[in-house]
């Protein structure tokens, strides 16, 4: 177990807006474009609901007593 952990916060538009601003070469032939971020993002808000208490900050939580 890590002794510590950071949890960053952020909304999805903030998210899909960083990741366009990445260069160029990085984003051709990657899934860096809006419908792979939307719907990457929104696999990983279904599966980290906070009232599911199944989330990875909720497992450091409980675990390290942040």
Excluded: C
């Amino acid at each position: 177990m890590p002794q510590y952990t950071i949890i960053f916060e952020s909304d999805d538009a903030y998210l899909i807006s960083k990741a366009k601003e990445l260069p160029a070469e990085k984003l051709d032939g990657s899934h860096w474009n809006d419908a792979g971020m939307i719907r990457r993002l929104k696999e990983y808000r279904a599966r980290n609901i906070e009232d599911s208490r199944d989330t990875v900050k909720e497992f450091f939580t409980e675990h390290i007593g942040y």
